[in-house]
């Protein structure tokens, strides 16, 4: 707590956050604005009490009142400027994003055509595969790090809207699983799916929930770091939730640590320590994602033994069997 | 045979999505901007319209309520095919009459192809 009060007391620093001059920095004028305002009644008192001419102290007050005004101005034309390149930011992003996927797709749908091998005019030697499918790979990864930049902001836009359904999510998360294997297994970690009979259908967005899951699980081999078992499962809560847990084996969150998983672009010291991808926006969305569609986010971690990371997602009460 | 009009700008896209439904044995037609896919929509009276927003001349949001307000095409199910996400777009596509909306990035070929196959089963 107090770390953050010395920073917001750090003018050159928060100024410096908005990339504007300390004379367009609303924190800044505010200041200047309480000086004024010191400087100003002391001195209003000092005329007051030194010279007896109402006409005086009427003057002095007039002229603080000008300036007090000039400064209020100042500091909502500041607003503004800070509003609007927020805004630009946002603009630039979902342009730069279109702009980005674009090419990005056609990639992927040119090496679909040819790693497809349903087109005899493509004869892809066993060798030639395995460069384009790490190409394809590096495409797909550079894919979903547009759209979690779009989502981003989306998010921070309030413009995050889900598109919601009823869906089996033991069947979701059996695939997600299946779909995790590859990457799993170059990381020597293996993922499996534990679930209870009877698991409910739940009524939520379907693409986004798919993500959470995806988020948490590449959280979990990441952060498993060569050794580790990773295991989804879900389970009833209270009839009206089905809570998902995603348990690993891996290096687990230091308590200073703790409070700061869900920020935007949050990463932890032992990223670096095992030089781990990601941007970390990964739990940020999840967190906005699962909020959004009524449920809860949270997690336990013992440093060294692992993590688990579980959200809940409200229940609408018809019953599927997953056999 | 079913038809499908594809409606898109990038030529690389029309080529390996072209070819791969022509694999398919639907029969393709193509074409690079809004006024040319609409007035190919009038005359050929395909089974399902694919649809980019972005497009040359007219685009995607003129031509799919244009397809709608006529007796003649209104409806044909149209999948609209783009890499724009904004949930003002979505909204926007959908509310028009749009069956499916899907951002080209997030779906392989092949998964393209069965929603395809799912729409076309679904309105005959």
Known sequence: ?323 | MKKILFVEDEESLQKSLGAALEQQKYQVFRALDGETGLSLAKKELPDLILLDLILPKKNGFEVLSELKSDTATKDIPIIVLTNLEGSADVERALTSGATTYLVKANYTLQDVIAKIAGVLSHSK
């Not at chain 1, 495409?139 to 889900?162: H, P």
């Not at chain 1, 959470?212 to 699980?217: D, P």
């Not at chain 1, 095992?274 to 999840?286: C, K, N």
């Open chain 1, 1 to 323: 707590m107090e770390a953050r009060w010395s920073e917001g007391l750090n003018l050159n620093k928060v100024c410096g956050k908005y990339r504007v001059s300390l004379w367009q920095c609303p924190q800044f004028l505010f200041l200047v604005m309480g000086v004024v305002i010191i400087v100003a009644v002391l001195s209003a008192y000092v005329v007051a009490s030194r010279y007896q001419e109402p006409e005086l102290a009427a003057l002095s007050v007039l002229i603080l009142t000008v300036v007090l005004f000039v400064v209020g101005h100042m500091i909502i034309s500041a607003f503004e400027r800070v509003a609007i390149s927020s805004l630009s930011k946002s603009e630039f992003i979902s342009i730069m994003s279109h702009q980005l996927r674009s090419p990005l797709s056609a990639i992927k749908w040119q090496l679909n055509m040819i790693l497809a091998g349903d087109d005899a005019k493509f004869v892809v030697s066993d060798e030639s595969r395995s460069y384009l499918e790490t190409v394809y790979d590096q495409n797909e990864r550079m894919i979903r790090s547009v759209s979690d930049l779009l989502e981003v902001n989306r998010i921070e836009d309030g413009d995050l809207v889900l598109r919601p359904s009823l869906f089996s999510i033991a069947v979701l998360a059996s695939r997600v699983a299946s779909e995790s294997e590859k990457y799993s297994s170059a990381n020597n970690a293996k993922v499996t799916v534990a679930m209870q009979k009877d698991i409910p259908m739940v009524y939520a967005d379907e693409e986004r929930i798919k993500r959470v899951m995806e988020h948490l699980i590449d959280n979990a081999i990441r952060y498993s770091a060569y050794k580790g078992n990773v295991v989804i499962s879900l389970e009833k809560k209270n009839g009206d939730y089905i809570i998902c847990k995603i348990t690993d084996q891996g290096a687990g969150i230091q308590d200073s640590e703790k409070a700061r998983v869900f920020d935007k672009f949050f990463r932890s010291i032992n990223a670096l320590r095992y030089q781990t991808e990601g941007s970390g926006v990964g739990l940020f969305i999840a967190k906005s994602i699962i909020k959004l569609s009524g449920g809860e986010i949270g997690f336990s971690s013992l440093l060294g033994k692992g993590s688990t990371f579980w959200f809940t997602l409200p229940v609408k009460k018809i019953i599927i069997n997953i056999k």
